[in-house]
Protein backbone atom coordinates (compact mmCIF):
# COMPACT_ATOMS: atom_id res chain seq x y z
CA UNK A 1 0.00 0.00 0.00
CA UNK A 2 1.39 3.33 -0.78
CA UNK A 3 0.12 5.54 1.85
CA UNK A 4 1.92 2.58 4.22
CA UNK A 5 5.14 1.88 2.58
CA UNK A 6 8.06 2.92 5.34
CA UNK A 7 10.85 1.97 2.82
CA UNK A 8 13.67 4.21 2.44
CA UNK A 9 14.66 3.96 -1.20
CA UNK A 10 17.97 4.31 -3.24
CA UNK A 11 17.73 7.48 -5.09
CA UNK A 12 16.42 9.52 -1.82
CA UNK A 13 19.70 9.89 -0.56
CA UNK A 14 21.22 11.55 -3.42
CA UNK A 15 18.35 13.78 -4.31
CA UNK A 16 18.32 15.13 -0.48
CA UNK A 17 22.20 16.25 -1.13
CA UNK A 18 21.37 17.97 -4.02
CA UNK A 19 18.31 20.10 -2.25
CA UNK A 20 21.03 20.69 0.67
CA UNK A 21 23.46 22.28 -1.74
CA UNK A 22 20.85 24.24 -2.70
CA UNK A 23 19.86 25.27 0.38
CA UNK A 24 23.40 25.90 0.94
CA UNK A 25 24.43 27.70 -2.03
CA UNK A 26 25.22 31.54 -1.92
CA UNK A 27 24.60 32.74 -5.61
CA UNK A 28 22.03 35.23 -6.36
CA UNK A 29 20.05 34.54 -10.02
CA UNK A 30 17.61 36.82 -11.95
CA UNK A 31 14.89 35.02 -12.16
CA UNK A 32 11.23 35.53 -14.22
CA UNK A 33 8.47 34.52 -12.18
CA UNK A 34 4.59 34.07 -13.50
CA UNK A 35 3.95 32.04 -10.49
CA UNK A 36 1.56 34.69 -8.75
CA UNK A 37 -0.40 35.93 -11.60
CA UNK A 38 2.00 38.37 -13.02
CA UNK A 39 5.40 38.92 -14.45
CA UNK A 40 8.19 40.19 -12.75
CA UNK A 41 11.37 39.85 -13.14
CA UNK A 42 13.88 40.18 -9.52
CA UNK A 43 17.09 39.08 -7.78
CA UNK A 44 16.61 35.81 -5.87
CA UNK A 45 19.17 33.88 -3.49
CA UNK A 46 19.04 30.80 -4.63
CA UNK A 47 18.90 29.46 -1.07
CA UNK A 48 15.72 31.51 -0.55
CA UNK A 49 14.02 29.85 -3.76
CA UNK A 50 15.20 26.24 -2.04
CA UNK A 51 13.55 27.16 1.18
CA UNK A 52 9.84 28.29 -0.13
CA UNK A 53 9.83 26.81 -3.75
CA UNK A 54 10.56 23.37 -3.42
CA UNK A 55 7.65 20.68 -2.24
CA UNK A 56 8.56 19.64 1.21
CA UNK A 57 10.67 16.15 1.55
CA UNK A 58 7.47 13.98 2.28
CA UNK A 59 5.40 15.35 -0.65
CA UNK A 60 8.17 14.20 -2.79
CA UNK A 61 8.16 11.23 -1.41
CA UNK A 62 5.05 9.89 -1.68
CA UNK A 63 5.38 11.03 -5.36
CA UNK A 64 8.04 9.00 -5.73
CA UNK A 65 6.11 5.86 -3.86
CA UNK A 66 2.88 6.87 -6.24
CA UNK A 67 4.92 6.83 -9.51
CA UNK A 68 6.18 3.28 -8.82
CA UNK A 69 3.11 1.74 -7.52
CA UNK A 70 1.29 3.51 -11.26
CA UNK A 71 4.37 1.96 -13.31
CA UNK A 72 3.76 -1.38 -11.66
CA UNK A 73 2.14 -3.97 -13.56
CA UNK A 74 -0.47 -4.65 -10.99
CA UNK A 75 -1.91 -1.27 -11.22
CA UNK A 76 -3.73 -1.33 -14.58
CA UNK A 77 -5.60 -4.14 -16.28
CA UNK A 78 -4.31 -4.01 -19.41
CA UNK A 79 -0.34 -3.75 -20.09
CA UNK A 80 0.46 -0.13 -20.47
CA UNK A 81 4.21 0.66 -20.68
CA UNK A 82 6.42 3.73 -19.34
CA UNK A 83 4.18 6.14 -18.22
CA UNK A 84 3.81 9.64 -19.70
CA UNK A 85 4.14 12.17 -16.47
CA UNK A 86 4.12 16.37 -16.79
CA UNK A 87 4.89 18.75 -13.57
CA UNK A 88 4.01 22.30 -13.58
CA UNK A 89 6.22 24.56 -11.76
CA UNK A 90 10.39 22.14 -12.17
CA UNK A 91 12.39 25.45 -9.53
CA UNK A 92 15.32 23.76 -8.93
CA UNK A 93 14.12 20.19 -9.87
CA UNK A 94 14.11 18.31 -6.93
CA UNK A 95 10.22 16.95 -6.67
CA UNK A 96 11.18 16.40 -10.69
CA UNK A 97 14.04 14.16 -9.78
CA UNK A 98 12.09 12.17 -7.25
CA UNK A 99 9.50 11.68 -10.02
CA UNK A 100 11.81 10.66 -12.59
CA UNK A 101 13.86 8.53 -10.27
CA UNK A 102 10.68 6.49 -9.39
CA UNK A 103 11.32 4.30 -12.63
CA UNK A 104 13.87 5.38 -15.70
CA UNK A 105 11.78 4.11 -17.92
CA UNK A 106 9.21 6.88 -17.57
CA UNK A 107 9.08 10.27 -19.46
CA UNK A 108 8.69 13.44 -17.04
CA UNK A 109 7.97 16.36 -19.07
CA UNK A 110 8.61 19.40 -16.58
CA UNK A 111 7.52 23.09 -17.51
CA UNK A 112 9.50 26.20 -16.04
CA UNK A 113 8.97 29.78 -17.27
CA UNK A 114 12.62 31.18 -15.93
CA UNK A 115 15.77 30.32 -17.77
CA UNK A 116 17.87 30.71 -14.80
CA UNK A 117 16.27 28.87 -12.72
CA UNK A 118 15.85 25.95 -15.52
CA UNK A 119 19.56 25.66 -16.30
CA UNK A 120 20.46 24.92 -12.09
CA UNK A 121 17.50 22.18 -12.33
CA UNK A 122 19.27 20.76 -15.22
CA UNK A 123 22.82 21.14 -13.60
CA UNK A 124 21.15 19.10 -10.68
CA UNK A 125 19.86 16.20 -12.79
CA UNK A 126 23.03 16.36 -14.59
CA UNK A 127 24.89 15.77 -11.06
CA UNK A 128 22.16 12.71 -10.46
CA UNK A 129 22.42 10.99 -13.38
CA UNK A 130 18.62 11.10 -14.42
CA UNK A 131 18.40 11.11 -17.93
CA UNK A 132 14.05 10.95 -18.30
CA UNK A 133 13.21 14.07 -18.04
CA UNK A 134 12.02 16.65 -20.52
CA UNK A 135 12.40 20.85 -19.76
CA UNK A 136 9.96 23.06 -21.28
CA UNK A 137 10.86 26.41 -20.59
CA UNK A 138 8.86 29.21 -21.17
CA UNK A 139 5.01 31.08 -19.91
CA UNK A 140 3.16 27.68 -18.73
CA UNK A 141 0.10 29.26 -19.80
CA UNK A 142 1.61 29.07 -23.35
CA UNK A 143 3.79 26.33 -23.43
CA UNK A 144 1.04 23.68 -21.68
CA UNK A 145 -1.48 24.48 -24.84
CA UNK A 146 1.06 23.66 -27.33
CA UNK A 147 2.07 20.46 -25.18
CA UNK A 148 -1.47 18.77 -23.88
CA UNK A 149 -2.24 16.52 -27.00
CA UNK A 150 -0.61 13.52 -25.80
CA UNK A 151 -1.85 10.94 -23.02
CA UNK A 152 -1.14 12.01 -19.25
CA UNK A 153 -0.95 9.72 -16.57
CA UNK A 154 0.46 11.63 -13.67
CA UNK A 155 0.60 15.31 -13.59
CA UNK A 156 1.67 17.44 -10.70
CA UNK A 157 0.22 20.83 -10.28
CA UNK A 158 2.78 23.82 -8.14
CA UNK A 159 2.87 26.20 -10.57
CA UNK A 160 1.11 29.79 -10.16
CA UNK A 161 -0.25 29.54 -7.48
CA UNK A 162 -3.77 31.71 -8.28
CA UNK A 163 -7.27 29.46 -8.05
CA UNK A 164 -7.55 30.81 -12.04
CA UNK A 165 -4.65 29.51 -13.10
CA UNK A 166 -4.98 26.04 -11.25
CA UNK A 167 -8.44 25.33 -12.80
CA UNK A 168 -6.95 26.52 -16.18
CA UNK A 169 -4.14 23.88 -16.24
CA UNK A 170 -6.52 21.15 -14.22
CA UNK A 171 -9.17 21.57 -17.26
CA UNK A 172 -6.14 21.31 -19.76
CA UNK A 173 -4.74 18.49 -18.34
CA UNK A 174 -8.45 16.41 -17.67
CA UNK A 175 -8.84 16.62 -20.82
CA UNK A 176 -6.30 14.41 -21.87
CA UNK A 177 -6.02 12.28 -18.75
CA UNK A 178 -5.82 8.57 -18.97
CA UNK A 179 -8.75 6.93 -17.33
CA UNK A 180 -6.46 5.60 -14.31
CA UNK A 181 -4.22 8.77 -14.18
CA UNK A 182 -3.83 11.16 -11.08
CA UNK A 183 -2.96 14.58 -10.42
CA UNK A 184 -1.52 15.94 -7.96
CA UNK A 185 -2.30 19.46 -6.67
CA UNK A 186 0.49 21.57 -4.51
CA UNK A 187 -0.62 24.05 -1.74
CA UNK A 188 -4.23 23.64 -1.91
CA UNK A 189 -4.47 25.88 0.84
CA UNK A 190 -1.80 28.66 -0.06
CA UNK A 191 -5.04 30.88 -0.18
CA UNK A 192 -8.40 31.40 0.26
CA UNK A 193 -8.33 31.71 -3.88
CA UNK A 194 -6.23 28.04 -4.11
CA UNK A 195 -8.63 26.08 -1.76
CA UNK A 196 -11.71 27.63 -3.34
CA UNK A 197 -10.30 26.42 -6.71
CA UNK A 198 -9.65 22.77 -5.02
CA UNK A 199 -12.94 22.86 -3.97
CA UNK A 200 -14.26 23.46 -7.69
CA UNK A 201 -11.94 20.36 -8.90
CA UNK A 202 -13.97 17.92 -6.08
CA UNK A 203 -16.23 18.92 -7.88
CA UNK A 204 -15.31 18.33 -11.95
CA UNK A 205 -17.84 16.19 -13.63
CA UNK A 206 -14.77 14.10 -14.86
CA UNK A 207 -13.22 13.73 -10.83
CA UNK A 208 -14.48 10.49 -9.08
CA UNK A 209 -12.50 10.15 -5.93
CA UNK A 210 -10.00 12.83 -4.52
CA UNK A 211 -7.59 12.81 -1.17
CA UNK A 212 -6.81 15.61 0.66
CA UNK A 213 -3.69 15.87 2.60
CA UNK A 214 -3.72 19.08 3.64
CA UNK A 215 -1.21 21.07 1.76
CA UNK A 216 -1.52 18.77 -1.19
CA UNK A 217 -4.49 17.16 -3.26
CA UNK A 218 -4.76 13.74 -5.25
CA UNK A 219 -7.60 13.66 -8.04
CA UNK A 220 -8.75 10.20 -9.70
CA UNK A 221 -10.59 9.62 -12.56
CA UNK A 222 -11.38 5.92 -12.24
CA UNK A 223 -15.35 5.96 -12.97
CA UNK A 224 -15.82 2.52 -10.78
CA UNK A 225 -14.37 4.96 -7.80
CA UNK A 226 -17.01 6.09 -5.16
CA UNK A 227 -17.48 9.68 -5.60
CA UNK A 228 -15.77 10.78 -2.16
CA UNK A 229 -12.99 12.99 -0.49
CA UNK A 230 -10.86 11.42 1.92
CA UNK A 231 -8.78 13.43 4.54
CA UNK A 232 -5.52 11.72 5.42
CA UNK A 233 -2.43 12.99 6.77
CA UNK A 234 1.43 12.18 5.59
Same mark, same amino acid.
Given at each position: ????? +??? /? ?8 ? =???? &????? !???? $?? /? ?6 ? !? ?7 ? *? !? %? &? ?6 ? &? ?7 ? $????? =? ?11 ? %?? +????? $? ?6 ? +?????? $??? %? ?33 ? #? ?34 ? #? ?5 ? +???? /???? *? ?8 ? #? ?14 ? &???? !? ?5
Amino acid at each position: MVFRD +SNR /YYAWQSIERQ =RLAM &LQSSQ !TIQV $TD /YGVGRTRS !TLRRVTAIA *K !T %G &LSNRTTAE &LLFRLVMHM $TGDEY =RLQPHGPLNIIEL %GT +SLGIT $TAYLAAAD +SRNRVV $TFE %GSDEIAALAKANWSRLDIQNIVLVQGNIDDTLYNY #AREEIDFAFIDANHTGKATLRYFEIIASCIHPDGIV #AVDDIRY +SPDM /YAAW *KQIIHHPKVT #ATMDFGNMGLVFFEPH &LERK !TYLLRI
